[in-house]
């Protein structure tokens, strides 16, 4: 995992917004980050520092005074140990204290010592949050270089409504990912196209199939990662489109075909991971009415063919890096070398049908172009893209996209 060893300062503030933060740690912890945790002493009437250092399997940093080892000057060493400070719920008072560089507790003191990248999640009754005040402290923050997460708007603990609801935990941890991570992509443009498509025969009944999108949604999270500017073109899915993409909503392969010729001449490079339907049905019945069974017995569906996105790239292709999927249920490599070479690929990513499809996991082999194949093992879909990105980013890096 790249994330493996770097090191995050979590500072836990007094708001009710405070239990958040426990989950928020188990998601860092989950994606192999190295969590520290400074709690300011009200925080800990919200929630047990015991709570977090069960999640975190480090002690919990309280008291400026109560030395964690006696050779050790805390909040110094700590912020020399640190990559990432996160203050997570920040409520009205530390982000006024990191704005004016009071220290008087040890989240306050370490800040100043630390002065590394810093991400604060405000999270407060609204009138607090919109004071002047507390506005005025987080611009003087983002001048700083701070991110200053917005909170989000919906009904507080004490029964107001508007903005000041401490963000989604996964989304959180997804900006903490993207200042970590090195992007080594950046100035590059990604169009990744990923799900199913949907084919309709009359306004409720399509022909589709069982893709999740989940393939196509990793890789376009990872490139945006690593800094590339990622275009998503996605069929109809139950999935939230990865923080800093622009996303593409389309519905039939036709639709998706229009999206992405669109967006052809502006890319670096193009990922089809999307299960595009060979054909559609001629419409049961003109203008987009419900079909009638009226008493049918039999009915005979006439489809024709759509058109391969993936060959008309390679047609067109000019600077572009093409990367195509195969699914296949027999004769894996032979089928997905013969389709590299038809659409004019730099490379193929083949699976099974067994593997892939409706699932978390993958189990890939990777043709390039020039002859290299690459067999992994089961992996998530995250980790396989990794490894695409990782192959992609190496093409680049050689020129191979003329
Ligand atoms: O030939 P086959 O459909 O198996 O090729 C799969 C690859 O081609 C995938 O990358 C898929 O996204 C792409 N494709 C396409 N347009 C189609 C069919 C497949 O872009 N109509």
């Known amino acids: 995992m ?51 250092q069960t999640l975190s399997l480090s002690q919990v940093r309280v008291d400026t005074f109560e030395p964690v080892s006696p050779d050790r000057v805390e909040h110094v060493a700590l912020a020399q140990e640190t990559d990432l400070l996160v203050v997570a719920p920040a409520t009205a008072n530390i982000l006024a204290k990191m704005a004016r560089g009071i220290a008087d507790d040890l989240l306050s003191t370490f800040y100043l010592a630390y002065g590394g990248v810093t991400l ?7 009138q607090m949050y919109l004071h002047p005040a507390t506005q005025e402290n987080l611009e003087i923050l983002r001048k700083r ?3 200053v997460l917005d909170p ?11 903005p000041g609801r401490f963000p989604d935990p996964p989304y959180i941890l997804e900006r903490v990912v993207d200042l970590l991570y090195e992007k080594d992509l950046h100035g590059k443009t990604f169009l990744v196209t990923a799900g199913p498509t949907r084919e309709y025969l009359d306004a409720v009944r399509f022909i589709s199939n069982p ?14 990662r690593r800094g590339a500017k990622v275009y998503l073109v996605s069929g109809p899915t139950h999935l939230t489109p990865p923080w800093g993409v ?5 519905t039939s392969a036709q639709e998706m075909f229009q999206r992405v010729l669109d967006l052809y001449s502006g890319a670096d490079v193009v990922i089809k991971a999307a299960a595009v339907a060979d054909f559609r049905p001629v419409p049961l019945v003109e203008d987009g009415a419900k079909f009638k069974k009226e008493g049918r017995r039999r009915l005979v569906v006439e489809l024709e063919a759509n058109p391969d996105i993936l060959a008309t790239l390679g047609e067109e292709k000019g600077h572009q890096l093409l990367v195509g999927f195969a699914a296949e249920s027999r004769d894996l490599l032979e089928n997905a070398q013969a389709k590299l070479a038809r659409k004019n690929l730099d490379m193929i990513v083949a699976n099974e049908i067994t593997a892939g499809f409706a699932s978390d996991t993958n189990r890939v082999v990777i043709v390039r172009r020039d002859g ?20 992609v980013a190496a093409l680049l890096q050689a020129g ?3």
């Open 372 to 391: 290299s194949i690459r067999h992994l093992p089961l992996m998530s879909k995250e980790a396989v893209a990794e490894v695409i990105i990782d192959e």
């Open 246 to 250: 622009e996303y593409v909503p389309v």
């Open 145 to 147: 270089g701070v991110v």
């Open 2 to 52: 790249k994330l493996e060893g770097d090191r995050v300062t979590l500072g836990v503030t007094g708001g009710i917004a405070a239990y958040k933060a426990a989950e928020l740690v188990r998601l860092m912890v989950k994606a192999d980050l190295r969590v520290r945790i400074i709690m300011t002493p009200n925080a800990t009437r919200f929630v047990a520092p015991l709570t977090f």
């Open 120 to 126: 604060v999640a405000p999270a407060m009754n609204t």
């Open 211 to 224: 893709s999740s999108g989940r393939m196509g949604f990793a890789l376009a999270q990872e490139a945006r």
């Open 400 to 402: 191979k996209a003329r």
């Open 152 to 162: 989000q708007e919906g009904e507080l603990a004490c029964g107001d409504y508007g």
